[in-house]
């Protein structure tokens, strides 16, 4: 008898052209899943969102922290595409670029290409941010906000003009929405990366807890000059539990978001005392504290932010708020990260309802009472092992339940943070 798993397996073919957005508030580790899969891609197009994204990319034992760079400038071979739905901080990105330089990768116009209708962000832009407002919705700071008003307004500075001034960056300034879609007309493998995650979507998220743009799958279209019929495949990537950088509601939270402001970073502290404190709240955690299983999950993934360093708030994974971003984004498919941080509970929750609804309110985030199924949580490192069937049976049934959640496969499992620590169940590209 074909089992559910088999089901969603069978059927799904590679595509040529791919979306991957993030399924929840960001961070789910869209870095690594674009850099595994972006060995695979001819062109890499980054389409929303600015330098207030974080991508982490580890490659040749070095480890990269892009925020405007698409993942895919580390493989050679690989056109990347800074499309015209971003917003450019100019020296943050030529210093992206000379960070990789000195690193040994080159970087010229046959790998970077950069919209030319792409908006600026200007130094009044980021004065603006930091406006009582903006740091109420926990923005970054970085002008992304502003720099996206001005766009709307009609008067924003776009890289066609900005360019003049840049020497360094004109070669790369270009049309980049004909390039593109000459690249998908002659066959060429394209993945779409975006930005932040789909509860942070400008329109689909928890307004007003939100990003400046679109980083859902609709925002591909629109970000880089691609018709909707060209797109053949959407995957999300979902973090194995919940993360949220900054303000707002969530449903799933594991302990609050003041507790988790006071903590001090394992970074800032000893290996010893580190492996120490691990262990204490292992031990707490494992009697049901809740703040303590959220610290667990915070010290274990090491979820402090990308871009700003702040603490992440930390909880259960949230099936109601992914099948929301199922049907938003269309996705044929997910990839699970940091499956490997579980290990060590004894239990785990999976979010199922709210308030006894499957649906997933426009307003009122705040007020839902989530309702949880348990799951056997394992204690083994799974963080070496690479074929599906080799996990423990209680995190293959981890991973089974949340697609029998969602309707739709995994096809990929990370268990780590590096390109091979990844299991693939079904090829994507």
Not at 11 to 34: F, H, P, R, Y
Not at 58 to 71: E, I
Request: with cysteine.
């Amino acid at each position: 008898m074909e089992t559910f798993k088999n089901k969603l397996l069978n059927g799904q073919s590679m595509a040529n052209t791919l979306v991957i957005v993030g399924g929840q508030w960001g961070d789910e580790g869209k870095g690594k899943i674009v850099d595994f899969l972006a060995e695979k891609a001819d062109v890499v197009v980054r389409y929303s969102g600015g330098n207030n994204a974080g991508h982490t990319v580890m490659t040749g034992g070095a480890s990269y922290k892009f925020h405007l760079l698409p993942s895919g400038i580390v493989h050679k071979g690989t056109l990347n595409i800074i499309g015209n739905g971003t917003v450019i901080d100019i020296d943050v990105l030529l210093r992206e670029i000379a960070t990789l330089e000195k690193a040994g990768f080159r970087v010229d116009e046959k790998n970077l290409a950069i919209s030319s209708s792409a908006h600026v962000i200007t130094e009044r832009h980021k004065q603006l941010d930091t406006s009582d407002h903006s740091q109420k919705i926990g923005t970054t700071g970085r002008g992304i906000g502003p720099c996206y008003m001005d766009k709307i307004g009609r008067h924003g500075v776009r890289m066609a003009e900005a360019v003049a001034t840049v020497k360094r960056l004109k070669p790369h300034v270009t049309d980049t929405v004909s390039l593109l879609n000459q690249c998908i007309r002659a066959g060429k493998k394209v993945l779409f990366e975006g930005a932040q995650g789909t509860l942070l979507d400008v329109d689909h998220g928890t307004y007003p807890f939100v990003t400046s743009s679109n980083p859902t799958a609709g925002g591909a279209c629109t970000g880089s000059g691609v018709g909707p019929t060209n797109i053949k495949a959407v995957t999300a990537v979902f973090k194995a539990y919940a993360t949220r950088v900054g303000e707002g509601p969530f449903p799933t939270e594991l302990g609050t978001y003041a507790q988790a402001k006071q903590e001090t970073s394992l970074a800032n502290l000893t290996p010893e005392a580190a492996l120490k404190i691990k262990r204490d709240v292992q031990a707490k955690a494992n009697r049901n504290s809740d703040y303590d299983i959220g610290r667990f999950l915070r010290m274990q993934g090491m979820e402090y932010g990308t871009t700003t360093g702040r603490p992440r708030r930390t909880g259960w994974f949230d099936a109601v708020a992914a099948r929301y971003a199922v049907m938003v984004n269309g996705l044929s498919s997910f990839c699970l990260t940091k499956l490997d941080v579980l290990g060590g509970l004894k239990e785990l929750k999976i979010c199922v309802s709210y308030d006894g609804s499957q649906g997933f309110p426009a307003a009122g985030l705040d007020k839902v009472k989530p309702s949880y199924i348990s799951l056997k949580g394992w204690e083994q490192d799974i963080s070496k092992i690479r074929d599906f069937d080799d996990l423990p049976p209680e995190a293959q049934a981890y991973v089974e339940k949340i697609e029998e959640l969602l309707g739709i496969p995994a096809a990929i499992v990370s268990v780590g943070p590096k390109r091979d620590q990844s299991i693939v169940r079904q090829a994507l590209l």
